[in-house]
């Protein structure tokens, strides 16, 4: 089935001072692409598609990269995303690539299905979490004016100099519900602890909880029936799991475009062309590439020497070192019932425990972050579920047994270091508006443009807001496909 991707196993890392003299691939290749997540995927698919072959390297001994799905059993019929799990209806590229590829997408709908709420220690009624919510984005709405009045008033605009200011000192006003579900929510998109949010966040989440609010509205209204909002609110899901979607871009690669697994890149250096040091069971292997796409999380990515042969700019050095990750990780548990639970849950928000869930399939999601993520381990984790199992219960009666939880911690993966690229108010790149896209790439943030025959892609290139979803992903592997055809032909 995989006659391409041909099974290295991993060695210890050596870094030669030069490789002029060493060993080289025979044949030089015109593409390389570093990296075998959605990303590099994406890109190999699409520039086989114009007829240009690619080798794709990856360091582990799978693909797919942060999009990977745990199944519990050979049957496939339960399992959970231990990376990314959802494709919102607005994420074109990916639906339109799911099409490409047969892929079946599943649309779930957000009104007939519950919103388990934790507060306080007990369960709490969709009424309330309505209530909150709307006090919410008010007091919100007003520190977000507030913000860009006196940012206005005190300083020129510097891009968005003034964000690199904490978000805390915002939320005094807010109840105590309040304030832990902004905790709540900040940390499961960011995954970085609320000491560390930026003031920034205060835009989108008036945005999203605003949202969030007109939902539960609806929902709460005996009149507006759950087929309507079904309709107007909805993501996709995988059929089979996100992985079905990953082996589907590695099943359509042709033969001349080999995806090659246990090949960690070590060293990036310009000579004539380019050429890569991976590590593989063999000792160092050295390929000498005229153009080269770089997919790795910069998380990981700072660990490669990259030579100053290669031309990179100090803002692009930078960004690479400093590029904040969030530590998000994950809790997957088996459920055993009469009845789907991804059928009746929608999500479970614990705000005591400052955590989110929602439905895998035949499987509860929880997903741990900032601090509890980054120390997250299989005693942390069963000691938390354990916390849940009532209230689970409680909310879904239907629900017989639950079977050993999964854990997956992205901080501790060295092939990952993190979850997703994040922002905080204390890392200095928002100085150098690292955010923004390109005057010359649209949608590309400043330190992903291209660099001679090197290119960047990964959800953590994207300044569309597609950061941090599968969608950036797939949308960065797309453009920097398309730039290297338009160099190509």
């Known amino acids: 089935m995989y006659r391409k991707i041909y099974l290295l196993l991993s060695a210890a890392l050596f870094v030669s001072p030069n490789v002029s003299s060493m060993a080289m691939d025979n044949n030089q290749e015109a593409v390389v692409i570093v990296g075998a997540g959605m990303a590099g995927l994406t890109a190999g698919y699409t520039l086989s598609k114009d007829g240009i072959p690619v080798t794709i390297y990856e360091g582990r001994d799978r693909i797919g990269g942060r999009t990977h799905t745990h199944y519990f059993d050979s049957s496939k019929q339960t399992f959970y995303e231990e990376g990314g799990t959802f494709i919102d209806s607005d994420h074109n590229s990916a639906i339109e690539l799911a099409g490409k590829l047969n892929i079946e997408l599943i649309k779930r709908g957000y009104g007939s299905r519950k919103i388990t709420t934790i507060y306080g220690g007990r369960l709490q009624p969709i009424s309330t979490l309505n209530a909150e919510l709307k006090s919410i984005k008010l007091q919100l709405t007003q520190q977000w004016d507030q913000v860009q009045s006196n940012s206005e008033a005190q300083m020129e605009w510097n891009g968005l100099e003034w964000c690199a200011r904490s978000i805390e000192p915002h939320l005094a006003n807010l109840s105590p519900f309040g304030k ?16 560390k949010g930026s003031v920034y966040a205060l835009n989108w989440m008036t945005n999203d909880i605003g949202e969030y609010s007109q939902l539960l509205t609806y929902k709460n209204n005996p009149f507006f029936p759950n087929l309507i909002i079904d309709c107007l609110a909805y993501n996709y899901t995988v059929k089979g799991g996100m ?7 590695a099943d359509s690669l042709p033969s001349s475009s080999p995806i090659k ?11 004539e062309d380019y050429v890569l040091t991976f590590e593989t069971q063999d000792g160092e292997k050295h390929v000498t590439a005229k153009n080269v796409i770089i997919t790795l999380p910069f998380s990981t990515l700072r660990e490669v020497i990259i030579d100053d042969s290669v031309g990179l700019s100090k803002f692009q050095r930078k960004a690479i070192q400093t590029l904040p990750y969030g530590t998000n990780s994950k809790i997957g548990v088996p459920v055993f019932g009469q009845k789907r639970i991804y059928d009746d849950m929608l999500y479970y928000l614990n705000l005591d425990d400052k955590f989110i869930g929602w439905p895998g399939e035949n499987a509860v999601t929880l997903m741990v972050n900032a601090a509890n993520g980054k120390v997250l381990d299989e005693e942390s984790a069963h000691q938390l579920f354990n916390k849940q199992r009532d209230y689970i219960l409680d909310s ?36 150098g508006n690292y955010h923004e896209d390109t005057e010359k790439y649209p949608g590309m943030r400043n330190y992903a443009e291209p660099i001679g025959g090197v290119f960047f892609a990964g959800e953590h290139t ?18 920097v496909a398309a730039l290297l055809q338009g160099k190509l032909n």
Request: glycine share 10%.
């Open 462 to 479: 994207r300044a569309d807001g597609t950061a941090g979803h599968i969608e950036g992903a797939i949308r960065s592997g797309l453009q």
């Open 180 to 195: 832990s579900f902004v905790q709540t929510y900040l940390e499961d998109e960011t995954g970085i602890s609320l000491s």
């Open 243 to 249: 992985s079905t979607f990953v082996h589907g871009l």
């Open 261 to 271: 697994l246990h090949h960690k890149l070590t060293r990036v250096q310009k000579e």
């Open 396 to 431: 879904y009666p239907y629900i017989e047994s639950f079977g050993p939880p999964s854990v997956k911690n992205w901080a501790q993966d060295p092939f990952a270091r993190g979850s997703y690229s994040t922002q905080t108010s204390t890392h200095d790149l928002i100085l």
